[in-house]
Every structure is written in C-alpha cells, then in structure tokens.
C-alpha cells in the first residue's frame, strides 16, 4: 500500500528508498507516454479550435495530429524534449514519493488521524507534489519548449536551451507558469492519492507484510485515479502550458495563431473571450489518455519496485541467517 501503514510489520520505507522508488516509477513510465504528452502540448498552445468537424487550426483530432507530426517532423518528434522531460519525471517522483512517506508517517507519529485515510493521502499527496513542483520546475519549462518547438529548432539540445534562456529571458523564465502549478497540482495530486486509496481497499485486499503490490489492480486503481483528477484541474494546466512559452512566440509562428499573456489572470480571460469555455479543455482527450497511462504506470510502478527491493532485502537477510547457522 503507497503511504506509510502502521499495521505493516516489515520495516518502514527509509526516504532512499521511497526516492528510489519513486524515481524508477517516473523514469519508466515517461518513456511510455511521451507520444501523448506531446501531443497534448501541442494542443493546448493552439489558439485555434481543436475539432475534427470545423478544423480551424493545424491540430484538429488525436490521429491527424499524430499522422502530421510523424510526416512533418519523424517518428522522434514524439520524444521531444525526452531528455528534460526523463530528468523531471525522476526528480518528480523521488521528491513527490519520498515527501508523501515521510508526510504520512508524520501524520501518524505527531496527529491522531490514521495515516492510510483517503482524507489524509489527500492532503500529503498535495503537499508532497507541491514540494515535487517547486524542485522540478525549470526542468518542466524546458521540457515544454521543447515540445512546443518545431522544425527548424530554436534550441539544439539541452545546455543549448538553458544558457539562451538564461542570457535572454533571465532566471525568472524557468518559473513561468508556476503560480496555476501549483494551484493545480495540489487539488491535483491530491486527488490522484485520495482516489487511489479509496479505489485500491474497494478493488484489493490488505497486502500482506511487506508485498506493497505492483499488479494489474494497482494499474486499475492508478488510471481511474488519473483520469477523474485530471479533468478536475485540466483547466490550470492549460494555463502553465501556455504560460511556458511566453517569450517563445516566433518559433510557435508556424504552427498557427499566437498571444501573449502578462500573467495568470490575463491568461485565463483572453482564453475566455477567444476561446469559450471549451478553450479551458483543449487537449483534454490526449490528456485523459496520458493521465490514465501516466497515473496508472506510476503507482504500478512505484508499488513493483518496492516489493522487488523488500524480497531482495528479505533475501539478503535470509542468506546472512543461513551462513551465519552454517558457521555454527
């Protein structure tokens, strides 16, 4: 079970390993689902309506977008920006999962709330993730340029990036798009825990001393926890989205329309006047698939690499045992 468990015999998780874990999940599941996020980047950043019946703009549905940008760009356009986005994906999950451990064992040491509540991985998993973000978030502005460019490039690679958005739009840049972060990624976050906590004890039984999972139920659990979380809060990630690459405007020429934005508020009435309501969405059906793959994989994950470092220790120890009777 993800978060500490007092009725669990074995040992609790040390921070090391709850980052470990929580890294290895994200490393794992960003290599799976980078085509969809790209995807869903893409459709965010246009301002023309994202619809199959009246195209408008140069994305109009999932398939045709991933039909044109493997024409116009190659296969390898759908792991752009892979190598920020791997570096955010591993520090995301060591600090969100080692903070989410360490949270809720507090809870149980200093408060008398239950530690495996949905209520409380609520809140820990909003704070765990708001910590997470704040680490993590210039990589995630690269990560979106990066996505958001097309052909030619504007930045060759990595270090590339980073000193011509130092020189040129200051330090201050690789926090944009932080204030509608973190106002999502708490109720966000939050949310993934609550649901997936309360999906996990309906669909599985209390796991047994020490098996944290990593099955096909964590991989359930995870994915509806994803997709209701995600259509909660959609709206404020459109906004970071398009918050990101403010600065970024001539490169995004090409792909259609573009506007700047001096800040959130800005932001969310010129999508509204433009857009309409369903401007706040766009995106949103990649996104959903993304959030289910992307939610779901990660506990998957984060519960299988636990379990495999318990048996290993578990093993370890029961080969200590062994010589130490042989020696006897």
């Not at 990560?143 to 958005?165: C, D, I």
């Not at 209390?206 to 995870?222: D, E, H, I």
Request: aromatic letters at 14%; charged letters at 20%; hydrophobic letters at 40%.
């Amino acid at each position: 079970m993800v978060g500490y468990d007092p009725g669990v015999q074995s040992a609790p998780l040390s921070p090391e390993e709850a980052a470990f874990a929580g890294s290895a999940a994200g490393m794992v599941t960003r290599a799976l689902i980078s085509p969809f996020d790209v995807i869903k980047i893409r459709f965010q950043l246009q301002i023309e309506r994202v619809s199959s019946k009246t195209p408008e703009g140069k994305y109009y549905g999932i398939f045709q977008a991933t039909r044109r940008i493997h024409s116009e760009e190659g296969l390898s356009a759908f792991w752009k920006g892979h190598i920020p986005a791997q570096l955010l994906s591993i520090c995301y999950g060591a600090v969100q999962f080692a903070s989410f451990e360490f949270l809720t064992e507090l809870v149980h040491e200093k408060t008398p709330y239950d530690s495996q509540t949905a209520g409380v991985h609520f809140v820990c998993g909003g704070l765990a993730a708001c910590s997470a973000t704040v680490v993590c978030q210039p990589l995630d502005t690269l990560r979106t340029r990066f996505a958001a460019q097309g052909e030619p490039k504007v930045y060759r690679n990595l270090r590339h990036a980073v000193s011509t958005m130092w020189r040129s739009e200051g330090t201050l840049t690789f926090y944009r798009g932080l204030s509608p972060t973190l106002l999502a990624v708490f109720p966000y976050a939050g949310l993934q825990f609550f649901f997936y906590n309360i999906f996990k004890k309906l669909l599985a039984p209390r796991p047994k001393a020490g098996n944290s999972g990593g099955n096909l139920k964590s991989l359930v659990c995870g994915s509806g926890a994803g997709m209701i979380s995600k259509t909660i809060t959609y709206p404020f990630d459109l906004f970071k989205k398009r918050l990101q690459v403010g600065g970024f405007e001539a490169a995004r020429a090409h792909f259609g329309q573009v506007r700047s934005y001096r800040g959130l508020l800005d932001c969310m009435v010129q999508i509204a006047k433009e857009e309409g309501f369903r401007g706040f969405f766009k995106g949103l059906s990649p996104s959903l698939v993304k959030a289910a793959l992307s939610t779901g994989f990660t506990f998957f994950w984060y519960e299988f690499f636990l379990n495999a470092m318990h048996n290993f220790k578990e093993k370890r120890g029961t080969n200590v045992i062994t010589k130490d009777f042989n020696r006897r």
